[in-house]
């Protein structure tokens, strides 16, 4: 997947994003407490191209990945 370029924390959802330079985008899911084994839950190949510039000329995201309820 490339070399990690960005690693994000959300501590309230215990969910680590990780974004490589190639441009891969992955979701970790940390369980309940924040301490569990690291479980991978979604990852979307080519982050980049998730990105479409809109007929107004603004930004739009597609919907890339579906990631589960967990809790």
């Not at 959300?10 to 899911?29: K, M, P, S, W």
């Not at 369980?31 to 007929?55: H, I, M, N």
Request: with cysteine; charged share 25%.
């Amino acid at each position: 997947s490339g070399a990690v370029d960005q690693l994000v924390l959300d501590n309230e959802r215990h969910i680590l994003y990780c974004h490589t330079q190639a441009g891969v985008l992955q979701a970790f899911d940390l369980g309940p407490s924040g301490q569990d084994a690291v479980k991978k839950v979604a990852e979307v190949p080519d982050f980049y191209q998730a990105f479409d510039l809109g007929p107004s000329g603004q930004d739009a995201v597609k919907k890339v990945a579906e990631v589960p309820d967990f809790y």
